[in-house]
Structure formats: C-alpha cells, structure tokens
C-alpha cells in the first residue's frame, strides 16, 4: 500500500474498539483481569490483554502499529520523548565497557547524552564527520565496538551519511535517527539499518503541540529488549499522548509534500539572494552530497541551512525581524520556525551565520516576502554599522 493510505489507516481496527473510527483513548493506568488465571496468562506473556500502562497500552499500541508500518518495520515501542527512544536504544544495547561510533553533526542533546551520560556508564565513544562517510566509520571500529550511530539528515547542517554503506560494518548494529527525513521520505530498514528511532515532536505529530518518540526494528529480538528497557527505566509513552502523535500521522503525507514543496522554492530563492553566502538543502545540486540524497531519500524534505554574510549579528537581525515565520527551535511542524544555531543550540561546532529553517505548510508566497522583508533589515542593519566604521 501506498504511504499516503498506510498513514491514514495505519493501526486503525475498529472492529477492536466498539467500531470507533478514532482509536479511542484507554485514559487508564492499570486494566482489569476477568479472572486470575487470565492475569496469570497476561503475565506470562501468554495471552495479549493488557495489564498495566507502563508495560502496554491499547492506545499506545495502535501508535507503535502505524509507525512500524511506515517504516516497514516488524515492531515498535513508542517512548516519552525522542530522547527517551535514543537512551531506551543505548541501554539496551550497549554494556559497561562497550564502545559506540558516531557520525557528527548529530542532535547536540544525543552527542550530551553520549559524551557525559554514557561515559559515565562506562561506555566510550568515537565521533566522525558525517560526510567523511562508511570509510570513518569502519576506521573508528574496535573490538568492543557494539553499535554505529548515525543521524541523516543531520542536525544542523543537513549532511547525509550513507546508510547502506553503513549498514553491516563488522556485523555491528546501524541506528539510525530518522527524525529529519521521516518515513515518508526515507526508510533505513530497508536500506540495511537495525533500528530507525525518531523524535515524534517533529514531523510524525507535526503540530508543535507534542513531545514523543519511537523506536522502530526489523527483528523482534531487538525490539523486546528496546521494550524491555524502555518499560525498566520508564520511558514509555502516555495515552493520551499516543492519540495526538496518531492524530498527527494521519496527514504526514499530505504536511510533508507541501512543506517541501515550500522548502524547495524557498531553497531556490535564498541560494539566488545576495546576503547568503550558502545554502544546505539536500534537494539543491549545489549540496555537496546531492547523489546520496537522490539515492537514499525520495525527497529532500522541509528543514534546510544556510550561511548569512555578517555572521552572529546578522543572525540576531534576521530572528528578531521575521514576522509570520516564529523564532523557536524545533522542526516539522505545519508552522515555519527559524533559528540561529550559533547563539541557541549549538554553541560549538557551528559557523555563527549559520540559520536552520524549518519550512512548514503556509502560502509560499508570505514565507517568501517574510524573509526578503527581514533579509532587508539586515542589509540596512550591515550598512549603518559600515557608515559608522567609515566615520
Ligand atoms: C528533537 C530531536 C531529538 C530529541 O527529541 P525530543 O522529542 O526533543 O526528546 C532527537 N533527534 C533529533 C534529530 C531531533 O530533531
């Protein structure tokens, strides 16, 4: 089925659910047994009803279902946060001693997480630049390396890493964090990836109105111990929750085609003005890996970076001028955000006229004049600071 209708009915079983169209909200933390025996049973792992809504929930269920099939998938545990599926990911697979290659730019609270959190686990790490590819990865392995972690697109600076090439380096399982392309726009599994995780607060919920996250694999092994460890530190997800994040995906394919459809002529029209010096959008030729996206991706998605001439204070000039495009962080969402990694998130590692724009479902036409309206407040911005330096 296609991806459109497999995100509209995804998960979807009225006949489960008094023929509710809407999977309804099982807003209950523990559940009934109709006997003793049929307690036993659920315990046991014998029989499928529900027990208590940190190990299960019919709700949560449904959402774990749907985004398992988009990814094509055969399971999938759907967690508090995407954090909560990248820690869920490392304490099931990672053991004291174990060592663990990433590519970088990643998700900077993930390289916290893996710098200062695991390390203090006991489990070490080697970072490589994405775009050096497999070729850094399989240099960085080592004995005790037992899991390769990868973010494409990454954040912030859209380089892609090559997942096949990444794919069975040493027998080692591939992570790969999906939250930037989607499923819609990009499936790791079937591209040789263990485990695809997301942050749902972006483009699966899409509405800046939810945080979530999900875990996604091919062989059930991994997804009972990602289950199991999710459930023993208690990072799984709340019903409620669960409903909006399955609200969302209903209209994932519909929000991300004209977002796209948005961020490519956006793309276009920022690479043509002269106040940016780049720009990093894998729908672009000029994207120093636009081959891999081609290949990889069947679209380029909505989130895209570029350099402004005049460095951290052009940046703040462009934040605080854009008007129907909102100044926060976060990506995926109906509605464009903008953001200025060098004063806000990334604080290392970044170049400081670098913005990351989340392009969302508006009219293009005031996406457009919003920017070109702001864009010219830095350029008289940048001229009065040179009248005053030539004073
Ligand atoms: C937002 C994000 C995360 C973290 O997700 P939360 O829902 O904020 O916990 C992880 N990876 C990427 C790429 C993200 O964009």
Redesign the pocket.
Known sequence: MGLHTKAIHAGLQPEKHHGAVSVPIYQSSTFAFPSAEEGAARFAGDSEGPIYTRLGNPTVQALEEAVAELENGRGAVATA???AA?SAVFLAMLNQGDHIVSTAPI?G??RKLIEDRLARLGVSSTFVPAIEGPEAIRSAIRPRTRLIYI?TPA?PTLDLVDIEGAAGIGKIPLVV?N??AGPHLQRPLDLGADVVLH?M??SLNGHSDV???VVVASDPAIIRSVREAAIAWGLTMDPHQAWLVLRGIRTLGMRVERAQANAIEIAQWLEGHPLIEWVSYPGLPSHRQYDLAKKQMSGPGSVLAFELRGGIEAGRVLMNNVRVITLAVS?GGVESLIEHPASMTHKENVTPGLVRLSVGCEDVDDLRADLAQALEMVAQARAKAASLDGR
């Open positions: 946060t995407g954090m990248v998700y609270a993930t973010e954040n964090d939250t930037f942050s607060t972006k945080v979530a996250g990506l």
